[in-house]
């Protein structure tokens, strides 16, 4: 065959080959042009999944009509005009791809009226050909109808799954710009049946949140607003404790665009690393904002990735945020699981007890490290302070006073909020645990033992230079990691608490990390695998009696641990009944 240019019609649908996978990305494409045109109000009807028809319609500027056909064009966009305007973004579309390539596999109508004017124009679009502008009386805005998605790409219209499944695509995408856009309505329907009702703007950002990801996450998330390095991030992040099962409820946005990223996966994992159940996921919904110089939007066609220029600080950013707003999950500071609230009639509309952010919820209960180790197996009870409230009544501490032990597993206490549960075995061991950590941070690398033979390692060049880059930072964990020649590595010095592992594996996976991310919290993760373990055995068994004396200084350690309110694997540490709950328990007050 002899080279030939390709018909624009054929280059418009290989180029939506990528950027138009399903109903749910005409969906994405159509919402993010009616948001860059500044709608207030969007509203997406849906039939058959999108297989017949997709139709968005928004109260934006609109588009004049001499241009309505222009914006049907290949690489035609009023959003940027030079390579300047790139660098400087801010709109969510920019490649001048969507509307032709949507064109160019369904049957397409554009109609739209621009703000200001009394009548709207609409054309039409199909087999590459546009029609003249017919006029229409049209509220001001844009609408875009594409009807038999695929009708003339066959591979793509039999792949489409089920009517519910494509739908349920939509709705994950409807979900995440609201989410991104908590200040703009979102009206979304299927076969004519009003679906997800996202509640006018106004509302409010948790109202939002309710709608979107339900009201445990609404009530119970802690909120992040951080600003440094010319950069802010702010949102919500779920407790350890109600993490998921799957990470179906994690949105961050970068300038106001849902991306999926490597690097912020990475760091969030990083710091929720300790306080989650394995194989758990955290919800979160956060959002970054930076200037538009510092991110690479364009490194994908539907723009799911971002390539960020300063890929380290922003890592930093988001694990340090994270980090110290979970240390902030200590019993008592913020609530941890509520009890079920009792199933009688009117109970649902009850003021909920007072949960959310550890910023809302501070720990006004004195910080000062109590020296209460009494409850531990082996010393005898010396405190005094433990034995007997000391404390004005007006400051009874958050997890109040033990009053009894409930079949050898459970502390029940009596708190200004009403009744504690405390699952001793738990919270114990994330005392123990946080102890471990501290007192092997403070001693730093002096734990670490030389090995008898050194451990050669065979590396690559690149990792080779890595390693010596990162040597500081072997050496802060303990380790002595030197370059023995242009592609391999020695291990001299380990951490005596890892000096029993596979040290080779443990040196590769950091080196591969490092490539990866640019960072690496593995040996941090492996030796706090090693002092959880080590917790889990030094902490009380069920049926060990505990006098009084000894409950109250578990319960205050609780108060003043960091992370203490889930266990070492994520379970919650303690549970509260406030009063409320406890007479609706017996009808009281009806
Ligand atoms: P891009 O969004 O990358 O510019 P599109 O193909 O999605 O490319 O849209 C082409 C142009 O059509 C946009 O730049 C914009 O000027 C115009 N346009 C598309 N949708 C709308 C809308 N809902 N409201 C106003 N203008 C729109
Ligand atoms: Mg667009």
Not at 329 to 348: D, L, N
Not at 380 to 391: E, G, I, L, R, S
């Amino acid at each position: 065959m002899s080279i030939r240019v390709l018909p624009d019609h054929l280059v418009n649908q290989i180029a939506a080959g990528e950027v138009i996978e399903r109903p749910a990305s005409v969906v994405k494409e159509l919402v993010e042009n009616a948001l860059d045109a500044g709608a207030r109000l969007i509203e997406i009807d849906i039939e058959a999944g999108g297989a017949k028809l997709i139709r968005v319609a928004d109260d934006g500027g609109g588009i004049a009509p001499a241009e309505l056909a222009l914006a049907l064009c290949r690489h035609a966009t009023s959003k940027i005009a030079s390579m300047e305007d790139l660098e400087s973004v801010r709109s969510l579309g920019f490649r001048g791809e969507a509307l032709p390539s949507i064109a160019s596999v369904s049957r397409l109508t554009l109609a739209s009226r621009q703000a200001g004017t009394s009548l709207g124009h609409r054309v039409e679009a199909s087999s590459g050909g546009v029609s003249v502008p017919q006029p229409e009386a049209m509220r001001p805005g844009t609408r875009v109808e594409a009807w038999d998605l695929f009708y003339n790409v066959p591979a793509r219209r039999k792949f489409l799954k089920a009517e519910r499944t494509e739908f349920g695509h939509i709705e994950d995408w409807v979900r995440s710009l609201a989410l991104a856009r908590t200040d703009v309505e979102f009206r979304l329907s299927h076969n004519g049946k009003a679906q997800l009702p996202i509640r006018p703007a106004h509302s409010g950002e948790r109202q939002r949140l309710r709608a979107v990801l339900g009201p445990e996450f609404a009530e119970r998330a802690l909120e992040i607003d951080v600003e440094g390095a010319g950069a802010r991030l702010r949102g919500w992040v779920g407790l350890p404790t109600d993490a998921r099962s799957q990470a179906d409820q994690q949105y961050f946005y970068v300038n106001g665009r849902l991306v999926r990223d490597r690097l912020i996966a990475h760091a969030v994992r990083q710091a929720y690393a300790d306080v989650l159940f394995h194989g758990r996921h955290p919800a979160f919904v956060l959002h970054l904002a930076l200037e538009p110089a510092r991110v690479d939007v364009n490194v994908h066609p539907a723009k799911h990735e971002v390539r960020f220029r300063d890929g380290r600080t922003v890592h930093d950013m988001i694990y340090r945020s994270l980090h110290e707003a979970l240390a902030g999950t200590r019993a008592g500071g913020v609530v941890a699981t509520p009890m079920p609230a009792p199933e009688v009639e009117g109970a649902a509309d009850a003021t909920p007890a007072p949960v959310g952010s550890y910023r809302q919820v501070p720990l006004h209960w004195p910080q000062a490290a109590q020296p209460l180790a009494s409850y531990r197996a082996l010393y005898a009870v010396t405190d005094a302070a433990a034995a007997a409230p000391v404390h004005p009544e007006t400051e009874v501490p958050p997890l109040g006073y033990a009053l009894a032990q409930l079949h050898g597993v459970f502390i029940l206490a009596e708190s200004a909020a009403g009744l504690v549960l405390v699952d001793m075995h738990a919270a114990h061991e994330r005392i123990t645990y946080e102890r471990l950590k501290s007192a092997l941070d403070a001693s730093g690398a002096t734990h670490s033992q030389a090995l008898l033979v050194p451990v050669q390692i065979a590396v690559s060049a690149r990792e080779a230079d890595l390693a010596e880059q990162a040597g500081q930072r072997f050496e802060a964990l303990g380790f002595d990691v030197a370059r023995a020649g242009p592609e391999s590595i020695s291990v001299r010095r380990v951490p005596s608490a890892l000096a029993d592992l596979d040290i080779e594996a443990l040196v590769r996976d950091v080196l591969a990390d490092l490539r990866e991310h640019g960072e690496s919290a593995r040996i941090e993760e492996t030796r706090n695998e090693l002092l959880a373990t080590l917790a889990c055995h030094a902490s009380v068994r069920a049926n060990r009696r505990l006098s009084l004396p000894e409950m109250n200084a578990l319960l205050r350690d609780m108060e003043a641990t960091e992370r203490s309110g889930q266990c070492n694997h994520g379970r919650p540490t303690w549970v509260q009944l406030d009063k409320a709950a406890l007479d609706r328990l017996f009808l009281r007050g009806r």
